[in-house]
C-alpha cells in the first residue's frame, strides 16, 4: 500500500526550529520528485518547497527562503524539511506529496500525500 506519513510539528516559539519528516512505504521516493505544502486556516494551500529528480534542484517560496532546507534521505526512504527561525505566519499543516515531475516552480502531478503534520508558531 502507497503511504506518506508526516511527522516532526508540534508548538514552538517565535524563533525556534523544527524539522519535518515524511516517510514513504510501498514505494520508492527516489524514482520521484518531492514536495513540502502548508494550509492555514481560512487560506489556500501554498506550495513551501520541493525538490526535484532529475537534477536535485530545489525550490523555496519566497516566504520561507533562507529558513527553511529541504533534503532527501534516499536509504531512509525519508525527505525532510528543516525548519528555522519560524515566525507565527509559519503556522499551518504541513503535508508532504511525490510526482513524477514538477515545475522549477514545484508545479506538478503530485500522486501521493500524506495526512499532514500541524507546525503552530506562538508565544
Known amino acids: 500500500q502507497v503511504q506518506l506519513v508526516e511527522s516532526g510539528g508540534g508548538l514552538v516559539q517565535p524563533g525556534g526550529s523544527l524539522r519535518l519528516s515524511c516517510a514513504a512505504s510501498?514505494?520508492?521516493?527516489?524514482?520521484?520528485?518531492i514536495g513540502w505544502f502548508r494550509q492555514a486556516p481560512g487560506k489556500e494551500r501554498e506550495g513551501v518547497s520541493c525538490?526535484?529528480?532529475?537534477?536535485?534542484?530545489?525550490y523555496y517560496a519566497d516566504s520561507v527562503k533562507g529558513r527553511f532546507t529541504i533534503s532527501r534521505d534516499n536509504a531512509k526512504n525519508t525527505v525532510y524539511l528543516q525548519m528555522n527561525s519560524l515566525k507565527p505566519e509559519d503556522t499551518a499543516v504541513y503535508y508532504c506529496?511525490?510526482?513524477?515531475?514538477?515545475?522549477?516552480?514545484?508545479?506538478?502531478?503530485?500522486?501521493?500525500w500524506g495526512q499532514g503534520t500541524q507546525v503552530t508558531v506562538s508565544s
Open positions: 510501498g514505494f520508492t521516493l527516489d524514482y520521484y520528485a
Open positions: 525538490l526535484s529528480r532529475s537534477d536535485g534542484s530545489t
Open positions: 506529496a511525490t510526482a513524477l515531475w514538477i515545475s522549477h516552480t514545484c508545479g506538478g502531478a503530485y500522486a501521493y
